[in-house]
C-alpha cells in the first residue's frame, strides 16, 4: 500500500504541473491540430476541464504500469477521478466568478491544486480497497473511454453552450 500511497501523493504534483504544461502547449505547437485533440484550445470552461481530465489520464497510464498488479479497483479510481477533477474545475470557477464578478488566475490555479489532491485522496482510498468491483471497474474503463471521445469531439465540435464560449474580457463587455 505504500507504493499505492507514494504514487497519489507523487500525482498531486505531476497532475498539477501536467496542467499547466497541457494549459500551454498548444499555443507552444503553434497551434497543432494533433495537441489540440487533448489540450486546451481556447480559454472555455469545456477546455480547462479537458485538460484536467488528459492530465490525470497521462499520470494515470504511467501510474497503472507500476500499480496494475497491487491494485483491484484502479478503473474505478479513476473514472471517479476523471469525473471529480474536470467537474469541480468547472463549478469551483463558476461559483467565484459569480460571487467576484471577475475571473482571477490565482484561484483558478488554487482550486486546480485542491481539487487534485483531494481527488487523489479519494483515489487512494478506493485503489486500497480490498475488494474487487470488477463490474464498477470495467463500467469506469467504458465511462473513461467514452470522456475520452467527448472531450475529442467537442474540441471541435462545439455546442451551443456557454461552458464552451470563451469568457467575454472587460473590454469585450
Known amino acids: 500500500m505504500i ?6 501523493i507523487a500525482g498531486i504534483f505531476i497532475i498539477f504541473i501536467m496542467s499547466f504544461l497541457l494549459h500551454e502547449l498548444y499555443d507552444m505547437t503553434g497551434q497543432n491540430i494533433i495537441v489540440g485533440v487533448f489540450a486546451p484550445i481556447n480559454e472555455s470552461i469545456w ?9 490525470v489520464i497521462f499520470y494515470s497510464m504511467i501510474e497503472y504500469y507500476f500499480i496494475r498488479g497491487i491494485s483491484n479497483n484502479f478503473f474505478l479510481a ?4 476523471v469525473i471529480l477533477l474536470p467537474a469541480m474545475i468547472a463549478i469551483g470557477h463558476i461559483v467565484y466568478t459569480t460571487i467576484l464578478g471577475r475571473h482571477i488566475v490565482l484561484i483558478d490555479i488554487i482550486n486546480l491544486f485542491i481539487w487534485i489532491g483531494i481527488g487523489q ?7 486500497t480497497l480490498e ?6 471497474n470495467k463500467t469506469c474503463l467504458v465511462f473513461i473511454i467514452f ?3 467527448a472531450y475529442i469531439v467537442f474540441t471541435f465540435v462545439q455546442p451551443n453552450l456557454s461552458i464552451f464560449q470563451e469568457p467575454k ?3 469585450e463587455k
Open 121 to 127: 485522496l479519494i483515489s487512494y482510498k478506493i485503489l
Open 147 to 149: 470522456m475520452m471521445l
Open 47 to 55: 477546455e480547462h476541464m479537458k485538460m484536467g481530465f488528459f492530465a
Open 131 to 136: 475488494k474487487n468491483y470488477l463490474t464498477l
Open 3 to 8: 507504493i499505492i500511497r507514494n504514487f497519489e
Open 78 to 81: 479513476k473514472g471517479i477521478l
Open 169 to 171: 474580457t472587460s473590454i
